[in-house]
């Protein structure tokens, strides 16, 4: 896989973040509801036949009031012999944000033919950043089978007038297989993610704050408080959001509605734990026989997100004006 010969400037704005703890996000992808829940490792060549042969998952959610449907078509893996379907999940979502942190922290993003804009790394480097960052313990062989997944595993998006599939990594390429995981290996970014870094379309948010949380519904909720309250302030308004709409645009999936409730108010308690949020108001909607039919939060930045909000909105700033960030 050979890049391109010339480098972009965006490639250059896009490894410029204010410090090692960030990274960059993009608000579609990002925050559209591609992450479920994962098949397990089989052990002793046993697999559920709840996992041999999983569905197509369809999940329709607003983005900016526009409907958009995301079909998610699981990973077929060989596992030990057996045929098994994965869900891109909790696993790979951190695995996927360590490579982008690889690609600016380590400014190893590059351009291929396409253009694709992916990563160049090792398997033990990339397990070394989740080690040292994320609360999880993956093996090499974990994280070789999380790669696996997000390149087997395909991400149709219909938003707008437009349609867009492809695997959350479309290619991967390893120059050789050691048992030590330092064989050098590249791997592309999403399509939305290279139009994203092209068209210099990202937000700078805490890559440590992000992997310290170990709930795929806090970490989404951090993701769209990023991208959604840009204008966080002590003071100022707090940001309203529905249980309906978390339900809805999250992709979390409850059979009973007490137990999605309960799952949102976990997630709070988290994002007050990663000094996110410093309060939740709840204003509980109910209608006949006290019968919860939704919950509206009014939730209240802390004085740290407000801090890198502002940071995040004087780098976005200097991006569009064509100007390195400068470093903080």
Not at 3 to 26: C, G, I, K, M
Not at 203 to 211: A, D, E, F, P, S
Not at 277 to 285: A, E, G, H, L, Y
Not at 286 to 299: F, L, S, V
Request: net charge positive; charged share 25%.
């Amino acid at each position: 896989m050979p890049p391109v010969s010339s480098r972009p400037a965006q490639l250059s704005l896009f490894e410029h973040v204010a410090s090692r703890d960030h990274t960059n996000s993009f608000a579609l992808y990002d925050i559209m509801p591609k992450w479920t829940a994962n098949a397990p490792t089989t052990r002793r060549n046993h697999v559920s036949e709840t996992y041999k042969y999983r569905p197509i998952l369809r999940r329709v959610f607003i983005y900016d009031k526009i409907e958009g449907t995301l079909t998610i078509t699981p990973a077929r893996l060989d596992n030990n012999g057996i045929s098994v379907d994965y869900y891109p999940g909790a696993r790979e979502e951190l695995v996927e944000a360590a490579l982008r942190k690889i690609a600016i922290a380590q400014r190893r993003t590059t351009l291929f033919e396409g253009p694709a804009v992916g990563v160049r790394f090792t398997l033990s480097h990339l397990r070394r950043e989740l080690r040292r960052e994320s609360k999880d313990r993956y093996s090499l062989r974990q994280v070789h089978q999380a790669l696996q997944i997000m390149h087997h595993c395909n991400i149709c998006l219909t938003y707008d007038d437009k349609t867009i599939s492809a695997p959350i990594l479309p290619v991967i390429a390893i120059r050789q297989a050691q048992s030590d995981g330092e064989c050098e290996t590249y791997a592309t970014f999403h399509p939305l993610v290279t139009r994203g870094i092209l068209d210099t379309q990202w937000r700078q948010i805490n890559h440590c704050t992000l992997l310290l949380i170990d709930d795929c519904l806090a970490r989404w909720l951090f993701k769209r408080l990023v991208h959604k309250f840009t204008q966080a302030s002590l003071f100022g308004d707090p940001y309203n959001i529905s249980a309906t709409r978390i339900i809805r645009d999250s992709g979390v999936s409850y059979t009973r509605q007490r137990d999605a409730l309960a799952a949102i108010h976990a997630a709070f308690e988290r994002l007050k734990q990663a000094r996110v949020i410093s309060k939740v108001q709840i204003n509980r909607m109910t209608g006949q026989r006290g019968k919860i039919e939704d919950e509206i939060y009014k939730i209240f930045p802390t004085t740290e997100f407000v801090r890198e909000q502002k940071c995040a909105n004087a780098l976005a700033r200097e991006v569009r004006e064509g100007r390195g960030p400068s470093r903080r």
